[in-house]
């Protein structure tokens, strides 16, 4: 695409296809560098960071060159001082890039302003929990604990806070990523691991900070919402087709042995439930402590739990259920592998080049280090194929990858705090290419919760994390649509959740109609799944209740019948980058009223979704965008677009619209019945 | 004093009587300047504040010209570049002058470095309830609500913050001051009125924060910490000499009525305590709110509840009992007063001039605009002459003074961003020209919470503001005696606070052995006075108890009986500049372990008090400061100094130890009997 650098005002503007991307002037400044100094403490995975900036300077005085390959931008902070920044601007296919080519030495901090209209909305910064529109808020990015509650107006937050400094706020996201979109047509993605701050709050500029220069900003345009998401997931990387298997029904997590599990399958059967898989975490067995029970973090099976394992994978497969097992990137130090890596130089050292074990409560760690290649190699072959694939596993939930420490030394010789965003996508890379190297890609599988740029092109599956076991704004059922819109626009077509949450702390108890609620959204989501919680015994579970059973049974067989719309709609992820939930003005951008609905969906073109995310409801309320007539599916009821309705939502009833019209209605309609 | 400005290591030193006061060189700058936009929000007294600093830029190149009268330092970004910020510098009798003389038009804040020790000990920074050595913190400086439990980590706070915003932080001040003394034997003085931030977390200097342009850096400098506060008293004022009548016994605080207070006076007498005074707030009359019972702000006896009051006060008067008030700057709207001012023009309007009224919960106020001289005149001749003092009023609580919103217009024209902090000297140099009109300085009197630079000169005591009715470490008994040593170093001699603390919310309740606790402290103190709490009948109350009433009157004996000493140090005020209650290192310079000790406090240089601060203690242990021998008063043993020692602590025996060898040894232990 081409370009222009316009003198105007006194200033410089940089413009492509229509759209104003930077702005500068003396008096105006676009570019401010400066010094800071950063305090990071982290506490399992939940970090406080302070900054004092010690200078932050205007470059004021710009100077541009031009020449057949691009152009050359200059800063100095006034007449005869020193280039500080020197931004090379190309035009690239899709858009334009600045590459930051020169920076004098010493600054360690830099704030770039962007041009923003007084009505703009912006989306994206990776899988945002609480906030899809992120206009009027800034972003801090950086990998890390969600936090329980995220909330601090809520007594949850404040317990979790003053206990285990896990309170979390709006931002605090396991999956951070420096790219957003804005409703001017075009995403801005800036290459860097460091910690950056993308702030909107203000009305005629956004402005992006980073504790590092960046390599390159990236500006990708399209003419629409959709071509635009095209564009952005071919430059993060699309993922490896939806398998199949996974809409054979829902994947039942059960963590209570063997003996547990066949007895929860077998209830399954009479109840009619479809299942697609089993997810058993504590297939590497268990470890006893303080807390409770703890999985064992030596990832190989362990007998005791699960005693003939794999003969029971085999009949298993004759049913045609999978069974997927759990890692994370961690070794405990009282297992094998630990031994093996310790062995052969593959773990993280301190500074000194010591042993560095983290601590994860009352048992410690090694860090396998993915920035040597030979160690990578190791947990790939030796792990995750050798225990895991050739074991008879069919995925894995891939935890953790947002907790890598930052006072640790890596065989790559990088500091640890630019390699801390960097560790998702590594850890992804590692998982992805095990199943590859097992020519298993599309078919095994595995998910993951953090994430950062180019996690896309590895991480086949995301899922949202720890949500509390409830309808909280900022923890609850409704934060998992955020995460889906958000991630979905920036290439990550696959999103699930922990039906029915997770965290359960502080007297926080999964209802019944939590898990009811949270299945009816799930079946319209890439994969149904369980999770018995963090604290099985004391929370809901969907075996212990005959009328739950019998719905989720229900919900399952629905979601089993959408197979073929599923697939559909993972082509297009395949062929177009379209994420399965949507955005409502990804198909209705002339519609301004969708720009900020965050918990409502389109499942592919043709389903609105609006899942009911308060308890008690009977009836729930939803926007139906402009342009089309829209059929309820329960009722029948044919409303306007353009409008906000209400529609009865009873449990079995979860609130969605058939687009009148589409190909589809007839089938959509019939899974009323 | 003289100064000396060398030339080393590449820059410029500032020194003064051996101290090096500012340091300079184009590589560690000392001074930065920049712009930022601050968002202030207030909710009753409660401020959310935050700043966006756009640009903060260093000034690196020093420019020194000296002449006979001084010296110009002049500071620019670089070479070449326009006068950023021109200093002047005079020598001082006792100390040295940094004049601000030029600072370019832009910039709206300031960062001064000052060099710091790495041992060095730093207090004052006006009245500070959390911390007395500032080391370590940084501690905004902008009079507002101290706060409910001001600890995030306790849920007493977080209910205060979600329900109120009134939660509070360590920081957080009624009296905020920007002055320090350090343990180089210094003070430093900015004076400014703007918000200022404080920061001593650096290891090698000190960073103080301006929101405008200060007037000037005064550095006051003396051999001694005692001669040090006595410059320093003389710089910002003296108060004039403790009214004697005060130490006759105790101050009553009673508001139910004159009933009620005839009935505990009656009682009081009985039980052999001590009265020096009754101090009913609500001789004002009352009004009823769903918040409870309030105070009715139109300053003038009612007579519902006194009714036949001036009678009464003549009657108590034979009896040597003082009668006292309440007053703050506020008129309600439904009041009288308010319509005499209002009619006169003497109130602060909104920015566009029409009326300006502050909600303070189901009534409305009028702001008295301070700045109008006649306005002044007109609320001390009117209101505090006329309405109290004629009337009879021996003093008054003087409220408030920390509320002045930044959005309304004022007559002097100056920002109110600008006359916040200066509000609370404002009210105080009313009241007390109010008192020395009438020809009663030194007999009538009034205390007050609020302060700010210079109110050491009108403000004849301070009272500590509301204490949470508990033992906690930032809002219960012990912060008062850091109030107290912290605004003694600047001036401020004579300081008490509410017997029992006054603020009881969320089920937080008064215990009969707080209550005697804080007794046992207050003996030691410029004067005994208590608070029924703002929620009298929830709370235990001493007239509860026969028990408590007796210790009550016994240490009410107590105090009386310490009439001759405190009379003795309210000379050393005077003559001095000494505060009574006077941290251990004034008298003990030699012995750095006193440096940071803030619950205990020398009240003179011959009586070492250390508060029992917890519930349930039976023992209490207090650092005895090298080079004397100290007596313990209840039980008569001897212990070195320079060590920390533990003593029997049970109720009625507060742990106070005497000097060995002081002029009033023997009279000092005879209290004990």
Not at 284 to 298: A, E, I, P, Y
């Amino acid at each position: 695409m081409q370009f222009s650098l316009d003198q105007e005002n006194g200033g410089l503007a940089l413009r492509c296809a229509g759209r104003l991307l930077l702005r500068h002037a003396a008096q105006a400044p676009c570019v401010f560098v400066g010094q800071g100094r950063e305090r990071m403490d982290m506490y399992r995975g939940n970090f406080d960071i302070e900054d004092y900036v010690e200078e932050r300077t205007a470059l004021r005085h710009l100077a541009l060159t031009q020449d057949e390959q691009g152009a050359t931008l200059t800063f100095a902070r006034h007449v005869g001082d020193a280039p500080q920044l020197v931004l090379r601007v190309q035009a690239q296919p899709h858009g334009v890039h600045l590459l930051v080519q020169h920076a004098a030495p010493g600054w360690n901090r830099l704030w770039l302003r962007l041009p923003a209209e007084q009505d703009e909305h912006v989306w994206g910064c990776g899988e945002q929990m609480s906030y899809f529109d992120l206009r009027g808020r800034h972003f801090p990015l950086w990998t890390s604990e969600p936090g329980v509650g995220r909330d601090k107006s809520t007594h949850l937050t404040w317990q979790a806070d003053v206990t285990a400094k896990s309170g979390g706020d709006y931002y605090h996201t396991n999956y951070p990523q420096p790219s957003f979109i804005s409703s001017q047509r075009y995403c801005l993605h800036a290459e860097t691991t460091a910690y950056a701050d993308f702030d909107f709050r203000h009305a005629d500029f956004h402005e992006l900070q980073f504790w590092a220069m960046p390599e390159r900003l990236e500006f990708m345009l399209a003419d629409s919402f959709i071509d635009l998401v095209g564009v952005v997931s071919a430059r993060f990387g699309r993922q490896p087709r939806l398998p199949a298997w996974l809409q054979n029904g829902a994947m039942l997590g059960l963590k209570g042995g063997e003996e547990h599990a066949r007895s929860i399958l077998a209830q399954a059967k009479q109840h009619g439930l479809a299942v697609s898989a089993l997810w058993c975490e504590d297939w590497v067995g268990l470890r006893q402590t303080s807390f409770g029970k703890r999985l064992f973090w030596d990832w190989r099976w362990q007998p005791q739990r699960y005693p003939d394992l794999k003969n029971w994978i085999a009949d298993l497969g004759k049913e045609n259920i999978r069974f997927l097992g759990y890692v994370n990137p961690y070794l405990c130090n009282d297992g094998t592998l630990y031994q093996e890596a310790l062995r052969q130089g593959f773990l993280a050292t301190s500074m000194d080049g010591g042993a560095y074990l983290v601590d994860f409560g009352e048992f410690d760690c090694g860090v396998v280090d993915f920035t040597n290649p030979a160690a990578a190699q190791w947990f790939e072959d030796r792990v995750l194929r050798q225990e895991m694939l050739d074991f008879g596993l069919s995925g894995w939930m891939a935890d953790f990858g947002e907790y890598l420490p930052i006072d640790l030394r890596l065989h790559n010789g990088v500091d640890a705090r630019l390699m801390h965003n960097a560790w998702p996508t590594l850890w992804a890379e590692v998982n992805a290419r095990a199943i590859e190297s097992s020519g298993k890609t599309g078919d095994a599988t595995f998910f993951m919760r953090a994430g950062y740029t180019g996690v896309q092109a590895h991480c086949p599956l995301l899922w949202a994390g720890d949500q509390s076991v409830d309808f909280s704004r900022h923890d609850g059922l409704q934060t998992v649509i955020c995460g889906a819109l958000s991630s979905g626009l920036l290439g990550n077509a696959y999103h699930h959740s922990d039906i029915g949450g997770y965290t359960s702390l502080f007297g926080n108890l999964r209802t019944a109609e939590l898990f009811q609620r949270w299945t009816e959204m799930a079946v319209f989501t890439s994969m149904m799944r369980t999770h018995e919680g963090n604290r099985p015994d004391e929370n809901f579970q969907f075996y212990q209740d005959d009328q739950v059973f019998a719905h989720f049974a229900r919900m399952t067989r629905l979601h089993v019948a959408l197979a073929p719309t599923i697939a559909a709609l993972a082509d297009e992820a395949v062929t177009l980058g379209l994420p399965l939930q949507r955005p409502l003005f990804l198909h209705y951008e002339h519609d301004r009223a969708t720009y900020a609905i965050q918990d409502q969906y389109l499942f592919g073109p043709d389903l609105l979704v609006a899942p009911v995310h308060a308890a008690g409801a009977t009836r729930w309320s939803a926007y139906l965008p402009q342009g089309h007539a829209w059929v309820h599916l329960w009722s029948g009821a044919v409303f306007d677009g353009g409008q906000r309705v209400e529609v009865a939502a009873p449990i079995g009833q979860p609130p969605v619209f058939v687009r009148q019209g589409c190909a589809q209605q007839v089938f959509f309609l019939s899974l009323a019945n």
